[in-house]
């Protein structure tokens, strides 16, 4: 099995915070891999990382056999890694279409251009049309992203990442502040992804990782605490006590 | 069907929003020559300073890039066509592209560090090389004449064929062509995919570089493209009056821009041009009843705008068109929904 994404001792600290400890992750080719952990695991920092956002301390990160370690995130972006936001990163004065053809514009190399007008690059705009249709906003790809329910918004995101032809995709809670009814929309949706992008996605409903993820990698105080499938992560003690004890409940 | 482009303004019928513009663009001047002719020297400041204050729009309407030093290119475009005027390089065409080459110049120099800081430090990294400018200007007497001017221009006609006039009908249609031609190259920028991808950055610059946009060169590229607009309408500002005051580089004209552009609405394609023309005109009659009037009257006028009508002119008459007309009116193009143009809208 071919690897997409792999970290080596990949570490974060602030100070003398350690937020990230010597994490060795490894995400096969088309993956569907969940990461979980308690609040401030250090799961979003770990993304973070992935991207380039966050400059790690030590470790490496590569990208399909590439060293990633040291690029800006744009240039991570155009080797294949794309992500979404757990707080809703938009452009909340473009409508979708335009947000999604400003993604594939940039994709294409166009987005230096200024002497051909957007409505010229048919392709482009055929391909953001085709993406919103496929996730069922088509019918709102003409409004104002920031008029949108929040739902929509967070589809948007993921259509977005898409149009960047992700190898690697990362969801940072992608169902996040969706009813929990829409949520599993949302991931029928990313379910419905092509099987060559690799997905890895912060979920803290372990039905919806039960149901979507075919590893889960549990993450606690920065550093993995286990890794295997739903079954396997559930019947953890270790993780059952850390994590999973306080919220039985409702799970 | 004309595709409509997503980005900005667009709405069915792009040759009936464009023809409705070409007739506008033709009427102006017709309407300047045949019943104002007493006005050219005021029409053409009118049309200068739109150019300036568009140029001022590709940042702080499209771009979110702040700028307080935004006159240091007017102010280099003048002093080049100036100096080249001075020294015998008389001919305004080639004097007008010198000048938006040594503005754009400039402005990629600087722009490294500009892009680098956001908000107040933005304002202080740009008053500060406006400033610099300024001060270098005021010093180089022997070359600039300091605060007396640049003075002793000799400006070839237009093409080999119209001279500078002294009713300032040459100076009216030159500096409006220019303006028109320049308004094109800013229009066609403004829909292509880098003029939606510096709407993208002034939305959310963090999820720009999430997509793969290098934010720091795109926000580059389009200082420089300010910079070149900035520095043709100093140039036009200077051969049209054949005289290039140090007030070209000051910070007062960067704050007076700032104002224009506001008052017309920033984001809006025509905003510099209708702030400038308000801001002109309302100059002109105010000053002549009592000079104290206008300051007042300017400073009352901002706080008013700000507070009750951000989007400016053109932001009220666009609330009060989607208040009349509140259906929004889309597109059947598959492909690309029309947007309804609500940019920056007032309140």
Known sequence: MSIALTTAGLSKN???????????????????????????????????????????????????????????????????????FQVTSLFPELTPMQSVTLAVCERLGLTARWYKRTGEHR????????????????????????????????IVEVAVALALRPRVLLLDEPAAGIPSGESAELFEVIAELPEDISLLFIEHDMHLVSRFASRVTVLVAGGILAEGTPAEIMANPEVRTVYLGNSEGHA | ?????????????????????????????????????????????????????????????????????????????????????????????????????????????????????????????????????????????????????????????????????????????????????????????????????????RENPKRMAAIGTPTAARLRQAYVFAAVFAGIAGALMAQTSQFVALETLSFGLSAEVLIMLLLGGAGHRYGGLVGAAVFVIARDLLSDLNPQYWQFGVGGVMVLVVLFAPGGVLGILRSLRQRLLPVARTSTAKAAPATPATKGGAA
């Not at chain 1, 953001?128 to 929040?150: C, D, F, Q, S």
């Not at chain 2, 023809?19 to 001047?29: K, Q």
């Not at chain 2, 080049?80 to 120099?109: K, N, Q």
């Not at chain 2, 007396?148 to 000799?154: A, E």
């Open chain 2, 1 to 201: 069907m004309t595709p409509s482009c997503p980005p900005s303004t667009a709405e069915a019928g792009w040759l009936r929003r464009r023809g409705g513009e070409i007739a506008l663009w033709l009427a102006v001047p017709l309407a300047v020559a045949l019943f104002l002719p007493e006005y050219y020297l005021l029409a053409t400041h009118v049309a200068a300073l739109g150019l300036f204050a568009l140029s001022l729009d590709l940042l702080v309407g499209y771009a979110g890039l702040l700028s307080l030093g935004h006159a240091m290119f007017f102010g280099i475009g003048a002093y080049t066509a100036g100096l080249l005027a001075v020294h015998g390089w008389g001919e305004p065409i080639s004097g007008l592209l010198i000048a938006a080459l040594v503005a754009g110049l400039v402005g990629f120099i600087t722009s490294f560090a500009v892009v680098r800081v956001q908000h107040l430090a933005q304002l202080m990294v740009t008053l500060g090389f406006g400033l610099l400018v300024f001060e270098a200007a005021n010093r180089a007497r022997w070359l600039t004449g300091g605060d007396d001017g640049l003075q002793g221009m000799v400006v070839s006609p237009v093409l080999g064929l119209f001279e500078f006039d002294l009713f300032g009908q040459t100076a009216f249609f030159y500096t409006f062509v220019v303006l028109a031609l320049c308004f094109i190259v800013a229009t066609r920028v403004i829909d292509s995919p880098f003029g939606l991808t510096l709407e993208g950055l």
């Open chain 1, 14 to 84: 602030y100070g003398a915070l350690q937020v990230t400890r010597a994490v060795d992750f490894s995400l096969p080719v088309g993956a569907r891999h969940a990461l979980i952990g308690p609040n401030g695991a250090g799961k979003t920092t770990f993304i973070n990382l992935l991207t380039g956002t966050v400059p790690a301390t030590s470790g490496s990160i590569t990208l399909l056999g590439e060293d990633i370690t040291g690029q800006r995130p744009d240039q991570r972006v155009k080797r294949g890694l794309a992500r979404t």
């Open chain 1, 123 to 154: 392709a482009a705009l055929d391909e953001a049309a085709e993406i919103l249709a496929r996730l069922h906003l088509g019918h709102v790809g003409h409004l104002l992203t920031r008029t949108l329910p929040y739902g929509q918004q967070r």
